[in-house]
């Protein structure tokens, strides 16, 4: 392959549609707009989603479920992570300057991992097993409000 046999991607050298130039054009007459009609008029700008006055899409699918607007976010962290920080306590601010967390959410600890040290873990709220291995590896686990 060199220069002599490269060709340029079909329709890369085709010029732009250009609409309402005269019979001359082969768009002439009506634009490439049809016969009368809403979308033939100038100005004519509907809305997203019509479909010419039947029942559009999102109105005709069933609305379900519903979204609490109160819904508190979280945080998650894995004991695994704790483990590597190599801290003897550990809360929120300690989790942020290691880049472990970035949000100033509230932060769950999920039991995933295992912890070979007894560490002291301060978060808003621990998953059962997170609770099980801390204190199994002789650490405390201390729930902070707000």
């Given at each position: ?133 801390i204190t199994k590896a002789g650490g405390k686990f ?5």
């Amino acid at each position: 392959m060199n220069l002599s046999n490269i060709r340029a991607p079909k329709k890369a050298n085709e010029n732009k549609k250009r609409v309402g130039r005269g019979m001359g054009s082969g768009m002439g007459k009506t634009s490439t707009r049809g016969h009368k009609g809403q979308r033939s008029r100038s100005g004519s700008r509907m809305m997203r989603g019509f479909e010419g006055g039947q029942m559009p899409l999102h109105r005709r699918v069933p609305k379900r479920g519903f979204t609490n607007i109160f819904r508190e976010e979280y945080n998650i962290v894995n004991l695994e992570k704790l483990a590597d920080l190599g801290e003897s306590t550990i809360n929120p601010e300690i989790l942020r300057k290691a880049g472990v967390i970035s949000t100033k959410r509230r932060v769950k600890i999920l039991g995933d991992g295992e912890l070979k040290s007894a560490i002291t873990v301060q978060a808003h709220k621990f998953s059962k097993s997170a609770q099980e291995k801390i204190t199994k590896a002789g650490g405390k686990f201390e729930i902070l409000t707000a």
